[in-house]
T-cell receptor, first 114, second 116 residues
């Protein structure tokens, strides 16, 4: 069964550094998402991406977060100038806008900012 | 504004008990989708069910069943004869059809602990 994959599974970085989280969505999906889950809290939407552009960005993602689909398979989230409060699990999801309309999530990348 | 409320923060049961997880949602849209996801201790988000706002028929899948009631804006999830493997955090989520993004709005989750 096709699945969303994410790398790395765990990323440790120093405050102020830039990180890139990578995702490979399900191959025929057209809509891509990043969500964040701070430890013990709910899952929060960060950004959605369709047709090679951002379709919606949440208030919490602001200019610090950017996304790219550099080729036909990868979908990346870049976090600039990381802060301690960016420590969280980051989930990628993809969606094929069809009769299923269900977002399938990757396993997540745990980001730890020291 | 759209919102999902899961009032039960944590529930503990003994194996074989039935348990119901509550979900109440708010939306101004007439077309929307409701979801349940399971997050086991390993951390991934596992899709369980999707329901659209025009389909109020209850659904059963094995030991899992879902009760969707538009009149009370609720989409409750029942596990029958719970098992230790059901221990996880369960999230209810909402997406609104008028948005092109279909972003999911999650509740705060209910942690279910099933003891042997």
């Amino acid at each position: 069964e096709p699945e969303v994959t994410q790398t790395p599974s765990h990323q440790v970085t120093q405050m102020g550094q830039e990180v890139i989280l990578r995702c490979v969505p399900i191959s025929n999906h057209l809509y891509f998402y990043w969500y964040r889950q701070i430890l013990g809290q709910k899952v929060e939407f960060l950004v959605s991406f369709y047709n090679n552009e951002i379709s919606e960005k949440s208030e919490i993602s602001d200019d610090q977060f950017s996304v790219e689909r550099p080729d036909g398979s990868n979908f990346t989230l870049k976090i600039r100038s990381t802060k301690l409060e960016d420590s969280a699990m980051y989930f990628c999801a993809s969606l094929w806008r069809g009769h299923t309309d269900t977002q399938y999530f990757g396993p997540g990348t745990r980001l730890t900012v020291l | 504004a759209q919102k999902v409320t899961q009032a039960q923060t944590e529930i503990s049961v003994v194996e074989k008990e039935d348990v119901t997880l509550d979900c109440v949602y708010e939306t101004r849209d007439t077309t929307y989708y409701l979801f349940w996801y399971k997050q086991p201790p390993s951390g991934e988000l596992v899709f369980l069910i999707r329901r659209n706002s025009f389909d109020e028929q209850n659904e059963i899948s094995g030991r899992y069943s879902w009760n969707f009631q538009k009149s009370t804006s609720s989409f409750n999830f029942t596990i029958t004869a719970s098992q230790v493997v059901d221990s996880a955090v369960y999230f209810c989520a909402l997406s609104e059809a008028y948005r092109n993004t279909d972003k999911l709005i999650f509740g705060t989750g209910t942690r279910l602990q099933v003891f042997p």
